[in-house]
């Protein structure tokens, strides 16, 4: 079988945006534009539980559309029998259909429908660090104990959902599953996670207003993150359509990590030397990983983390994590 071995592309690093601890820099690539591709709620893709018995780290993919759908590493499928989030990037072309590696973000839960809905929101970087390092049933652990710490941090969600914190930032007494927390847990409980949720509500409603001003510039293809004063993570997409289909569920992970972490901004020259230590990176095959029609990719370095997809010679998408970020530490 013939290996596949790509290069990053030059990135340029515009002027940051700071809210608090969460710094946002778009990113410019020289990497020629790829077409013709649904991403986000754009990708006609269903998601379904495996028919007759449902298993925690699979769900079954179509492409329903007639343009090749990529899907992203960290994309959540919420409902069917517990919320998941997808470990790594996949590509399907029309019609093609394929069981999925996923984790759950949603410990506490195990009945409902056999459907998930797509909503082009993702995991936080804490929750994506786990399903990246760690391999097996140790990444379903791993997440799990990561979600767990939202817990601790925001009040706990009755099921244990990373989904339900997420809703939360949104609205302070709506539960994960879209239901008022009387509805899924004891009154006791109720009462306790809503107001652990009310005290948060103010600045997490501020952030998130903030957050949706956030615009994606012309030509921009990628974004790198900043939490708590150090670059986090940086997504480069083949296209200025992909990014924009992303960006909002991208921060919108990114800002209930930042709520963790020291309300420091991070400095420009930070994210441009993490950037500058990419220059040449090679990308090369992840093997055993079933990217669909594309093929999955991944390289590590002193100080970063990568993982993309391949298709036709081009990346399609690539995830940088910064190795040196606490947000990156497996237990």
């Known amino acids: 079988m013939a290996v596949n071995l790509l290069m990053m592309p030059t990135l340029h690093v515009g002027q940051g945006t700071h809210l608090g601890g969460l710094s946002v820099f778009p990113i410019w690539t020289d990497a020629p534009i790829v077409s013709g591709l649904a991403t986000g709620r754009a990708a006609r893709v269903q998601v379904a539980e495996r028919e007759g018995s449902p298993v925690v780290g699979e769900l079954v993919l179509k492409n329903e559309g007639a343009k090749p759908a990529l899907l992203v590493a960290g ?27 996923v984790s759950c973000v949603e410990h506490g839960r195990w009945h409902g429908a056999t459907a998930q ?10 929750v994506r660090s786990a399903q990246t390092i760690a391999n097996g049933d140790d990444r379903q652990d791993q997440v799990w104990e990561r979600v767990s710490r939202y817990d601790t941090a925001f009040g706990a969600s009755p099921t244990e959902s990373y989904v339900d914190h997420l809703n939360r930032r949104a609205d302070p007494f709506v539960g994960g599953d879209g239901e008022l927390h009387g509805d899924a847990a004891g009154a006791g409980e109720a009462q306790e996670a809503q107001e652990a949720q009310a005290a948060e509500a103010p600045e997490a409603a501020e952030l998130a207003a903030r957050i949706k001003n956030i615009r994606a510039l012309p030509g921009q293809q990628g974004v790198l993150v900043g939490l708590g004063g150090q670059p986090a993570f940086l997504e480069v997409f083949a296209s200025p359509t992909g990014l924009r289909r992303h960006l909002p569920g991208l921060l919108e992970a990114a800002a209930i990590d930042a709520a963790l972490l020291v309300s420091e901004p991070t400095p420009g020259r930070r994210a441009r030397r993490f950037v500058g230590l990419l ?24 100080y970063h983390e990568i993982r993309g997809l391949g298709w036709k010679d081009q990346l399609l998408h690539a995830t940088v994590f910064n190795r040196r970020h606490p947000m990156m530490e497996v237990a």
């Open 75 to 101: 994309e959540l499928f919420e409902g069917g029998w517990q919320h998941r989030a997808l470990n790594h990037d996949i590509l399907l072309v029309a019609g093609q259909q394929l069981v999925a590696s």
């Open 117 to 126: 809905v797509r909503r082009s929101r993702r995991a936080s970087m804490m």
């Open 279 to 302: 220059a040449d990176a090679p990308i090369g095959d992840e093997l055993g990983v079933d990217a669909g029609a594309g093929h999955a990719m991944a390289s590590r370095s002193t």
